[in-house]
C-alpha cells in the first residue's frame, strides 16, 4: 500500500505548522512518502493519483481533540487561492482517474503567534498523531 502523509501549515505561526512537523518526523521511512508544504500547490495532485492512502495534517484552531475526517472529493472548476484537500481530490480523479482512501487530521493548538516552535501542548497532540500513524504502518 502507497501511502502519502501532506503535512501543511505556517512555518512561522508556531503551531500552525504542526503538520509540517508531522510529516518531517515521518521523513525517510520506507513505508510512507511524506510532504510538507506552505502552502499545498497543485503539483500535489501527482502524488496523490499515485497514492493508495492520503493523510492530510494541519492545524486547528479550535481546542478539544485530534480530529480524524474523511476527505471525499469536492469538485471544483478552479483550484482557489487556498485549496481544500477535497478539491486536490477531485482534480485527481478528473486527470488520473484516481480516487485514494483521503483523511484530514487536524491537530488542536494554543499558540498560533509568530515564531517558531510548538506549545507543549501541540507538541504532545502532534505526537500522539505520530504513533497513531505508525500503528496503521505497521499493520499495512
Known amino acids: 500500500m502507497r501511502i502519502l502523509v501532506v503535512g501543511y501549515g505556517n512555518p512561522i505561526r508556531r503551531d500552525d505548522a504542526v503538520g509540517l512537523w508531522i510529516a518531517n518526523?515521518?521523513?525517510?521511512?520506507?513505508?510512507?512518502?511524506?510532504?510538507?508544504?506552505?502552502?499545498?500547490?497543485?503539483?500535489?495532485?501527482?502524488?496523490?493519483?499515485?497514492?493508495?492512502?492520503?493523510?492530510?495534517?494541519?492545524?486547528?484552531?479550535?481546542?478539544g481533540p485530534?480530529?480524524?475526517?474523511?476527505?471525499?472529493?469536492?469538485?471544483?472548476?478552479?483550484?482557489?487561492?487556498?485549496?481544500?484537500?477535497?478539491?486536490f481530490l477531485a482534480w485527481a480523479v478528473a486527470l488520473f482517474n484516481r480516487e485514494p482512501e483521503a483523511w484530514l487530521v487536524t491537530v488542536p493548538g494554543r499558540d498560533f503567534s509568530f515564531g517558531e516552535?510548538?506549545?507543549r501542548y501541540a507538541r504532545s497532540a502532534a505526537e500522539r498523531v505520530i504513533r497513531r500513524i505508525e500503528r496503521l504502518l505497521a499493520s499495512t
Do not use: Q
Open 25 to 63: 518526523r515521518l521523513s525517510g521511512r520506507e513505508d510512507v512518502k511524506t510532504l510538507s508544504a506552505w502552502p499545498i500547490t497543485p503539483e500535489l495532485i501527482v502524488c496523490l493519483a499515485s497514492a493508495d492512502l492520503v493523510i492530510f495534517v494541519d492545524a486547528d484552531l479550535r481546542p
Open 66 to 87: 485530534i480530529r480524524w475526517k474523511r476527505v471525499r472529493p469536492v469538485p471544483t472548476t478552479i483550484l482557489s487561492h487556498s485549496p481544500e484537500p477535497g478539491e
Open 117 to 119: 516552535g510548538l506549545s
